[in-house]
Protein backbone atom coordinates (compact mmCIF):
# COMPACT_ATOMS: atom_id res chain seq x y z
CA UNK A 1 0.00 0.00 0.00
CA UNK A 2 1.33 3.66 -1.13
CA UNK A 3 1.94 5.83 1.86
CA UNK A 4 2.59 9.62 1.28
CA UNK A 5 4.34 11.94 4.18
CA UNK A 6 4.90 15.41 4.34
CA UNK A 7 7.23 17.37 6.80
CA UNK A 8 6.84 19.41 8.17
CA UNK A 9 3.11 19.55 8.48
CA UNK A 10 3.30 23.13 10.12
CA UNK A 11 6.26 25.50 8.83
CA UNK A 12 6.37 29.41 9.86
CA UNK A 13 8.84 31.57 7.94
CA UNK A 14 9.89 34.53 7.92
CA UNK A 15 9.83 36.71 4.79
CA UNK A 16 13.13 36.36 2.86
CA UNK A 17 13.80 32.97 4.30
CA UNK A 18 14.53 29.93 2.48
CA UNK A 19 12.98 26.78 3.37
CA UNK A 20 12.49 22.86 1.76
CA UNK A 21 9.54 21.10 2.59
CA UNK A 22 9.58 17.08 1.72
CA UNK A 23 7.70 14.25 0.64
CA UNK A 24 8.42 10.72 1.03
CA UNK A 25 6.63 8.01 -0.39
CA UNK A 26 6.59 4.02 0.20
CA UNK A 27 6.58 2.31 -2.88
CA UNK A 28 7.76 2.11 -6.32
CA UNK A 29 6.75 5.59 -8.71
CA UNK A 30 7.47 8.16 -11.08
CA UNK A 31 4.75 10.61 -11.31
CA UNK A 32 4.71 12.99 -8.56
CA UNK A 33 2.69 15.96 -8.12
CA UNK A 34 2.52 19.13 -6.38
CA UNK A 35 -0.56 21.26 -5.51
CA UNK A 36 -1.70 24.52 -3.75
CA UNK A 37 -4.27 25.24 -1.67
CA UNK A 38 -5.10 28.89 -0.27
CA UNK A 39 -7.73 28.64 2.84
CA UNK A 40 -11.16 28.21 1.43
CA UNK A 41 -10.37 27.54 -2.06
CA UNK A 42 -9.68 24.40 -4.06
CA UNK A 43 -6.07 22.76 -5.53
CA UNK A 44 -3.91 24.38 -8.04
CA UNK A 45 -1.26 22.53 -9.36
CA UNK A 46 2.11 23.91 -9.43
CA UNK A 47 4.43 21.51 -10.77
CA UNK A 48 4.34 17.69 -12.38
CA UNK A 49 7.61 15.48 -11.74
CA UNK A 50 7.73 12.48 -14.35
CA UNK A 51 10.69 11.23 -14.35
CA UNK A 52 13.94 10.50 -11.89
CA UNK A 53 15.74 13.47 -11.66
CA UNK A 54 13.07 15.56 -12.52
CA UNK A 55 13.52 19.59 -11.23
CA UNK A 56 11.18 22.33 -12.20
CA UNK A 57 11.08 25.58 -11.17
CA UNK A 58 8.40 28.47 -10.82
CA UNK A 59 9.47 31.45 -9.39
CA UNK A 60 10.53 31.16 -5.73
CA UNK A 61 9.55 27.76 -5.62
CA UNK A 62 11.50 24.71 -7.25
CA UNK A 63 10.38 21.14 -6.76
CA UNK A 64 12.75 18.15 -7.46
CA UNK A 65 12.40 14.16 -7.40
CA UNK A 66 14.23 11.30 -6.83
CA UNK A 67 12.64 8.25 -7.51
CA UNK A 68 15.49 5.98 -5.93
CA UNK A 69 15.04 7.76 -2.37
CA UNK A 70 11.44 7.73 -3.27
CA UNK A 71 11.26 11.48 -1.94
CA UNK A 72 10.62 14.95 -3.55
CA UNK A 73 11.26 18.18 -1.80
CA UNK A 74 10.09 21.80 -2.62
CA UNK A 75 12.26 24.15 -2.06
CA UNK A 76 11.42 28.04 -1.04
CA UNK A 77 13.71 30.62 -1.99
CA UNK A 78 12.93 34.38 -0.14
CA UNK A 79 9.93 33.77 1.13
CA UNK A 80 7.32 36.28 0.59
CA UNK A 81 3.45 36.46 2.42
CA UNK A 82 1.91 35.73 -1.10
CA UNK A 83 3.50 32.22 -0.54
CA UNK A 84 1.02 31.35 2.43
CA UNK A 85 -1.03 28.40 1.40
CA UNK A 86 -1.23 24.75 2.06
CA UNK A 87 1.07 23.09 -0.01
CA UNK A 88 0.28 19.11 -0.61
CA UNK A 89 2.54 16.38 -2.86
CA UNK A 90 0.35 13.58 -4.43
CA UNK A 91 2.35 10.15 -6.26
CA UNK A 92 0.46 8.44 -8.83
CA UNK A 93 -0.59 5.14 -8.08
CA UNK A 94 -1.39 2.33 -10.44
CA UNK A 95 -1.98 4.39 -13.61
CA UNK A 96 -3.95 7.99 -12.07
CA UNK A 97 -4.96 7.72 -8.86
CA UNK A 98 -2.85 9.95 -6.65
CA UNK A 99 -2.32 9.42 -3.16
CA UNK A 100 -1.81 12.90 -1.21
CA UNK A 101 0.39 13.45 1.96
CA UNK A 102 -1.22 15.17 4.38
CA UNK A 103 -0.57 18.71 3.39
CA UNK A 104 2.31 21.83 4.44
CA UNK A 105 0.82 24.66 5.93
CA UNK A 106 3.22 27.54 5.39
CA UNK A 107 2.97 30.65 6.49
CA UNK A 108 5.15 33.55 5.82
CA UNK A 109 5.47 36.11 8.50
CA UNK A 110 7.30 40.22 7.72
CA UNK B 1 -16.77 30.30 -17.10
CA UNK B 2 -15.20 27.42 -14.73
CA UNK B 3 -13.78 24.03 -16.37
CA UNK B 4 -14.88 21.89 -13.23
CA UNK B 5 -18.10 23.29 -11.29
CA UNK B 6 -19.36 21.51 -8.66
CA UNK B 7 -23.06 21.75 -7.01
CA UNK B 8 -24.30 22.20 -4.27
CA UNK B 9 -21.20 24.40 -2.82
CA UNK B 10 -22.59 23.87 0.53
CA UNK B 11 -25.04 21.78 2.27
CA UNK B 12 -26.01 20.84 5.33
CA UNK B 13 -28.32 17.74 5.95
CA UNK B 14 -29.14 15.36 8.88
CA UNK B 15 -28.53 12.01 9.60
CA UNK B 16 -29.84 9.07 7.27
CA UNK B 17 -30.57 11.81 4.62
CA UNK B 18 -29.68 10.91 0.68
CA UNK B 19 -28.01 13.24 -0.97
CA UNK B 20 -26.35 13.95 -3.70
CA UNK B 21 -23.15 15.83 -4.94
CA UNK B 22 -22.85 16.91 -8.63
CA UNK B 23 -19.92 17.67 -11.40
CA UNK B 24 -19.65 18.89 -14.48
CA UNK B 25 -16.50 19.64 -16.62
CA UNK B 26 -16.06 21.33 -19.64
CA UNK B 27 -12.20 20.30 -20.49
CA UNK B 28 -13.16 17.43 -22.41
CA UNK B 29 -11.13 15.10 -20.30
CA UNK B 30 -12.28 11.46 -19.90
CA UNK B 31 -10.67 10.75 -16.41
CA UNK B 32 -13.22 12.07 -13.01
CA UNK B 33 -12.41 11.65 -9.57
CA UNK B 34 -14.01 12.02 -6.19
CA UNK B 35 -12.17 12.71 -3.16
CA UNK B 36 -12.96 14.19 0.43
CA UNK B 37 -10.28 16.25 2.46
CA UNK B 38 -10.71 15.79 6.00
CA UNK B 39 -8.36 18.74 8.30
CA UNK B 40 -4.76 16.91 8.49
CA UNK B 41 -5.69 13.69 6.09
CA UNK B 42 -5.01 15.32 3.07
CA UNK B 43 -7.46 14.27 0.44
CA UNK B 44 -8.55 10.94 0.11
CA UNK B 45 -9.40 9.12 -3.21
CA UNK B 46 -13.35 7.65 -2.73
CA UNK B 47 -14.24 7.07 -6.33
CA UNK B 48 -12.69 7.47 -9.90
CA UNK B 49 -13.74 6.94 -13.34
CA UNK B 50 -11.73 6.41 -16.59
CA UNK B 51 -14.73 6.65 -19.42
CA UNK B 52 -18.09 6.83 -19.08
CA UNK B 53 -18.50 2.97 -18.69
CA UNK B 54 -15.68 2.54 -16.07
CA UNK B 55 -16.20 3.13 -12.52
CA UNK B 56 -13.64 1.96 -9.46
CA UNK B 57 -13.36 2.51 -5.82
CA UNK B 58 -10.84 4.50 -4.15
CA UNK B 59 -9.27 4.31 -0.91
CA UNK B 60 -13.04 4.94 0.79
CA UNK B 61 -15.45 4.09 -1.10
CA UNK B 62 -17.51 2.58 1.54
CA UNK B 63 -21.09 4.79 2.72
CA UNK B 64 -20.74 6.42 -1.39
CA UNK B 65 -21.87 5.52 -4.93
CA UNK B 66 -21.27 7.25 -7.81
CA UNK B 67 -23.25 7.45 -11.04
CA UNK B 68 -21.32 8.52 -14.80
CA UNK B 69 -23.89 9.84 -16.58
CA UNK B 70 -21.72 11.72 -19.71
CA UNK B 71 -18.36 12.12 -20.37
CA UNK B 72 -18.70 15.75 -18.94
CA UNK B 73 -20.96 14.38 -15.66
CA UNK B 74 -19.77 12.64 -12.57
CA UNK B 75 -22.05 12.34 -9.56
CA UNK B 76 -21.60 11.10 -5.93
CA UNK B 77 -23.91 9.60 -3.69
CA UNK B 78 -24.31 9.45 0.07
CA UNK B 79 -27.36 6.25 0.22
CA UNK B 80 -28.22 7.29 4.43
CA UNK B 81 -25.46 10.32 5.44
CA UNK B 82 -23.65 10.15 8.57
CA UNK B 83 -21.72 12.61 10.91
CA UNK B 84 -18.61 11.18 9.67
CA UNK B 85 -19.36 11.89 6.26
CA UNK B 86 -18.85 15.74 6.73
CA UNK B 87 -16.04 17.10 4.94
CA UNK B 88 -14.95 18.92 1.80
CA UNK B 89 -15.68 17.46 -1.39
CA UNK B 90 -13.38 17.51 -4.57
CA UNK B 91 -14.26 16.92 -7.94
CA UNK B 92 -11.19 16.51 -10.62
CA UNK B 93 -10.66 15.82 -14.15
CA UNK B 94 -7.13 14.46 -15.95
CA UNK B 95 -6.51 14.07 -19.86
CA UNK B 96 -4.26 10.73 -19.10
CA UNK B 97 -1.96 9.31 -16.87
CA UNK B 98 1.05 11.37 -16.51
CA UNK B 99 -0.89 14.86 -16.70
CA UNK B 100 -2.29 16.62 -13.65
CA UNK B 101 -5.88 16.65 -12.41
CA UNK B 102 -7.68 19.86 -12.34
CA UNK B 103 -9.98 20.10 -9.26
CA UNK B 104 -13.38 21.91 -8.97
CA UNK B 105 -14.06 24.07 -6.32
CA UNK B 106 -15.03 21.73 -3.57
CA UNK B 107 -18.68 21.29 -1.53
CA UNK B 108 -19.03 21.48 1.84
CA UNK B 109 -20.66 19.17 3.39
CA UNK B 110 -22.42 18.97 6.51
CA UNK B 111 -24.00 16.19 8.10
CA UNK B 112 -25.74 16.61 11.72
Known amino acids: ELKVEQNPLFLSMQEGKNYTIYCNYSTTSDRLYWYRQDPGKSLESLFV?????AVKQEGRLMASLDTKARLSTLHITAAVHDLSATYFC??????????FGQGTELSVKP | DADVTQTPRNRITKTGKRIMLECSQTKGHDRMYWYRQDPGLGLRLIYY???????NKGEISDGYSVSRQAQAKFSLSLESAIPNQTALYFC???????????FGPGTRLTVL
Open chain 1, 90 to 99: AVDNQGGKLI
Open chain 2, 49 to 55: SFDVKDI
Open chain 1, 49 to 53: LLSNG
Open chain 2, 92 to 102: ATSDRPGLEQF
